[in-house]
């Protein structure tokens, strides 16, 4: 799979989790209608400043965009703020459940 392909595939995930068409978010970020549905098609590739206005949008880091394992990250980004304030005992706990939950 190449890089356009995991592009397109990460925008349409993460698009979808958000709950809003193609469309919508094309003018919500100030494009032509078809923008996104053509990003998701893989005829186009936004320029680093669209890509920008896409990750605000998404209320994503652009680093965050290319953790392709990550199916929400801003949940994820949310719960590792919290797990910095408990203590060790704490962090072992939680881990021993996010274990359990794995398996």
Not at 15 to 42: C, F, H
Not at 78 to 98: A, F, P, T
């Amino acid at each position: 799979m190449t890089i356009e392909d995991k592009f397109a595939e990460r925008l349409a995930e993460l698009r979808i989790a958000k709950g809003v068409s193609a469309r919508d978010m094309s003018l919500s970020i100030g494009q032509s209608a078809g923008y996104i549905n053509n990003i998701e098609n893989k005829k186009n590739l936004p320029s680093m400043a669209a890509f920008f206005y896409i990750c605000e949008y998404l209320e994503i880091s652009p680093q965050e965009f290319f953790e392709f394992d990550s199916k929400n990250p801003k949940k994820l980004d949310e719960l590792i703020g919290y797990m910095k304030k408990i203590d060790d005992s704490q962090l072992d706990n939680l881990m021993g459940i996010v274990k359990g939950l794995i398996k």
